[in-house]
């Protein structure tokens, strides 16, 4: 039991602290074995970027008769490579209020490539607990890094989502859908996504 006792090391870090060393080490870190190789990030972006800007140039044809906007999803309206950016970090910053709801983008503006779409309901608090999202960013970046490839990871917000939930998350769904974002789980195998871990049967 004193040995025991005597291993324990606690942190003398905050939560925050240990997270900016989280975020530090993926930027820093040496790589390991297994790591993807130049060609292989390339190529795997490539094919992301080639479907989702044909998304762009190829809009679906609009339901309805040409004066009834009213049938047209905001799906169809949203361009998630132009809303005001925001640093992936954002949530780390003091809010004077919990924000409203929304959806909300992560895209890589180096390429540019749409990695995640999600919802929330309080746009300003989302992320300040535990997210896998931020793991899927932590080793996207550490890819990056490895192959000194250049990145711009950041998280635009679209501050019209519906306060209903279900209304809310089925927008977030047909979006997912739409751009086929590779961190979303409804995406993991269709891109074979890397940064996610192992995906379970």
């Not at 309206?77 to 780390?92: C, G, M, S, V, Y």
């Not at 990695?115 to 550490?142: F, M, P």
């Not at 089925?170 to 859908?177: A, Q």
Request: aromatic content about 12%; glycine content about 4%; some cysteine.
């Amino acid at each position: 039991m004193g040995d025991r006792v005597a291993d324990y090391q606690p942190s003398l870090l905050s939560d925050q602290d240990l997270k900016a060393a989280e975020v530090s080490w993926a930027y820093n870190r040496t790589p390991v074995a297994g790591t993807l190789t130049a060609n292989e990030l390339i190529a795997w972006k490539q094919r992301i970027f080639q479907f989702q800007q044909r998304v762009l140039t190829d809009a679906a044809p609009a339901q309805g008769t040409l004066f009834d906007s009213s049938s047209r999803s905001p799906a169809d309206e949203i361009d998630p490579f132009t809303l005001p950016q925001r640093n992936a970090e954002f949530w780390r910053g003091q809010f004077s209020d919990a924000g409203n709801a929304a959806l909300y983008f992560v895209v890589d503006h180096e390429l540019p490539l749409l990695l995640y779409v999600g919802e929330t309901v309080k746009a300003n608090q989302r992320w300040k607990g535990t997210h896998d999202c931020k793991r899927y960013i932590l080793s996207y970046v550490s890819a990056h890094r490895a192959q000194t490839a250049p990145i711009q990871v950041n998280i635009g917000f679209w501050p019209h989502a519906p306060e209903d939930r279900k209304a809310r998350q089925s927008l977030e769904s047909e979006l997912i859908r739409k751009w086929r974002s590779p961190f979303n789980k409804e995406n993991w195998r269709r891109w074979a996504t890397p940064f996610i871990g192992p995906v379970s049967s």
